[in-house]
């Protein structure tokens, strides 16, 4: 079936560092959601992306869907404490002539002490 | 504002048990309601949804099922839970199609099976 790839799957930073985190999908992607979930909470959506090659911005987060609508990155610029938790991607792709949100396994952001 | 409720906030189920979690939805009509498990450490999977009173659509095969007996009111449920139901489940909502839109979630049941 669609799969959504994400990764990698955790990545320690230092506090001013950059971050990115990666989703390929085998097949075309409408749309692309983001969501963060922090330690012990629940994902909270970001933002989505639609278009080809898309980017939006949200302060120090950057998110681009890719020309072919297969891939998507979220960068964040100079990390901060409160950055930390899980990223999740969700492509919207097309299963057995049914649309469905494909969620990537997510990449975990970790703070260096 | 829009709120959705979920309980219990933790569960520790015997295997062969039963389950019943709850969701309820504040402030919106006829939400699209969902289910997602996830366990420790990975990703989302999708249990079921709901765009409308008794209509629910499964996703996985298992031994659960799901039920929307009012329009904010969603259900999850097992006769006899297996070692493998472990996991936090989410109730999520939107409005129309959640591929669409965003997805507001709730604060999840963290379930143990033992």
């Known amino acids: 079936g669609q799969q959504v790839m994400q990764i990698p799957q955790y990545q320690h930073v230092q506090e001013g560092e950059d971050f990115t985190t990666y989703c390929n999908s085998s097949?075309?992607?409408?749309?692309i959601q983001w969501y963060k979930q922090r330690p012990g909470g629940h994902p909270v959506f970001l933002i989505q992306?639609?278009?080809s090659g898309e980017v939006k911005k949200q302060k120090r987060l950057t998110f681009q869907f890719g020309e072919a609508k297969k891939n998507s990155s979220l960068h964040i610029t100079a990390t901060q404490t409160t950055d930390v938790g899980t990223y999740f991607c969700?492509?919207?792709?097309?299963?057995?002539?049914?649309?469905?949100?494909?969620w990537g396994a997510g990449t975990k952001l970790i703070i260096k002490p | 504002s829009q709120t959705i409720h979920q309980w219990p906030a933790t569960l520790v189920q015997p295997v062969g048990s039963p389950l019943s979690l709850e969701c309820t939805v504040e402030?919106?009509?006829?939400?699209?309601l969902y289910w997602y498990r996830q366990a420790a450490g990975r990703g989302l999977q999708l249990l079921f949804y709901?765009?409308?009173?008794?209509?629910i659509s499964s996703e996985v095969p298992q031994n659960l099922s799901a039920s929307r007996p009012q329009d904010r009111q969603f259900i999850l449920s097992s006769k006899k839970l297996l070692l493998s139901d472990s996991g936090f489940y989410l109730c999520?909502?939107?409005?129309?199609?959640?591929?669409?839109?965003?997805?507001?979630f709730g604060p999840g049941t963290r379930l143990t099976v033992l």
């Open positions: 097949t075309t992607l409408s749309n």
């Open positions: 402030g919106t009509s006829n939400p699209n």
């Open positions: 969700a492509g919207l792709g097309v299963m057995d002539s049914n649309y469905q949100l494909i």
């Open positions: 992306l639609v278009k």
């Open positions: 709901s765009v409308g009173i008794g209509q």
């Open positions: 999520a909502w939107s409005v129309g199609a959640g591929w669409n839109n965003e997805q507001f």
